[in-house]
């Protein structure tokens, strides 16, 4: 199985900050990179797809970029409704695994 | 548009069995595969299977194998997942969830591997 790896595991910020977390997996998944956000007692929501693919209705302040085995989620300015975990996704072969996540609080 | 309902949360035993659905609606059901993910109490999220609605064909994670059977009733557009001899470590929050690729339009032999839209989540707890 593909390992992804997250850095940092957790994350203290304020509003208005530009943060990025870092997903590396344990060999080359081209561009099969997907991002989720997760708030407390929900269901994960799809961000980012295909690396830098941002999904219909989320803001543009959230970007992804990268390919190979290194990748990054940057927020350029946190909203308050940003604080939340996050999880990339290697999509490029079965079985699919998460990174353990990168929870974001309000510093 | 499209939702995802799951039933309702679930304690069993240590040894039993649990079978948890999801209803599909908002789209064509035989249209997309689903997997099952699941995110046991403070921790990540692990894959469970996928089943194609259409043809009923699964692929489980080989963690899983032997204990875990997919299944679909095409006629209600529900997806099933049921998990045999549980133990306490399988206590977690079980969420059905959609593949985005469109096996139809895109004449696609598999899906995607990654998730649009997630059900609300079932929470199955094992405890003797």
């Known amino acids: 199985d593909i390992q992804m790896t997250q850095s940092p595991s957790s994350l203290s910020a304020s509003v208005g900050d530009r943060v990025t977390i870092t997903c590396r997996a344990s060999?080359?998944?081209?561009?099969?990179l997907n991002w989720y956000q997760q708030k407390p007692g929900k269901a994960p929501k799809l961000l980012i797809s295909?690396?830098?693919r941002l999904q219909s209705g989320v803001p543009s302040r959230f970007s992804g970029s990268g390919s190979g085995t290194d990748f990054t989620l940057t927020i350029s300015s946190l909203q308050p409704e940003d604080f939340a975990a996050y999880y990339c996704?290697?999509?490029?072969?079965?079985?699919?695994?998460f990174g353990q996540g990168t929870k974001l609080d309000l510093k | 548009q499209v939702q995802l309902v799951q039933s309702g949360a679930e304690v069993k035993k240590p040894g039993a069995s649990v079978k948890v659905s999801c209803k599909a609606s908002?789209?064509?059901?035989?249209?997309?595969?689903m997997h099952w993910v699941r995110q046991a109490p403070g921790q990540g999220l692990e894959w469970v299977g996928i089943?194609?609605?259409?043809?009923?064909?699964?692929a489980y994670a080989p963690k899983f194998q032997g204990r875990v059977t997919m299944t679909r009733d095409t006629s209600t557009s529900t997806v099933y997942m049921e998990l045999s001899s549980l133990r306490s470590e399988d206590s977690a929050v079980y969420y059905c969830?959609?593949?985005?690729?469109?096996?139809?339009?895109?004449?696609?032999?598999?899906?995607?591997?990654?998730?649009?839209?997630w059900g609300q989540g079932t929470l199955v707890t094992v405890s003797s």
């Open positions: 295909a690396a830098s």
């Open positions: 089943i194609n609605p259409s043809g009923g064909s699964t």
């Open positions: 060999q080359s998944i081209g561009s099969y």
């Open positions: 969830a959609r593949d985005p690729v469109d096996i139809v339009a895109t004449v696609s032999s598999s899906g995607s591997y990654y998730f649009d839209y």
């Open positions: 996704q290697q999509s490029y072969s079965a079985p699919p695994t």
């Open positions: 908002g789209y064509t059901f035989t249209s997309y595969y």
